[in-house]
């Protein structure tokens, strides 16, 4: 599966500055970030290991909402990663721009993930990756 995800990732295409982006199609926003984070050198086994803390969260303190609220919320976690796009210079410094992290582009960008990593990230691994934070081991 992080096979699959590395792959989901180089194969998203240029990447964009912030500020191109914001007037997207929301496919185009989702690809953006993707290609954002290869370029920021994540990795798929990254997006797994999102995509299982957001569903051993939501399975321990109990389901906020529907399949779509854990699946924004993976696109959430996703896109801070590398979401901004800075300009440095020696005149003015550093100048930040964030995209928003809104709009059906996050259902788009949580589906592209959850459905590949959501294959492992399945209820018994959720249940164990519980018993590890329970019992405070790390692996």
């Not at 290609?35 to 321990?60: H, V």
């Not at 020696?90 to 459905?115: H, V």
């Not at 018994?124 to 934070?133: Q, T, Y």
Request: aromatic letters at 4%.
């Amino acid at each position: 599966m992080v096979a699959s995800l590395d792959a989901l990732l180089q194969g998203s295409g240029l990447t964009a500055t912030a500020k191109a982006s914001r007037w997207k199609v929301p496919e185009e926003k989702a690809r953006i970030v993707l290609a954002r984070l290869r370029e920021a050198g994540k990795t798929g086994g990254r997006l797994l290991l999102i995509t299982l803390t957001i569903k051993a969260t939501q399975k321990a303190i109990g389901p906020r909402a529907n399949m779509e609220f854990q699946r924004v919320q993976i696109a959430k976690m996703a896109h801070r990663l590398a979401s901004g796009t800075h300009i440095r210079s020696t005149i003015y410094g550093t100048q930040s721009k964030y995209p928003r992290a809104e709009g059906n582009f996050m259902r788009i960008l949580g589906n592209l993930i959850e459905d590949i990593a959501g294959i492992v990230a399945d209820s018994d691994a959720v249940d164990e990756v519980l018993e590890l934070a329970g019992t405070g081991r790390r692996t």
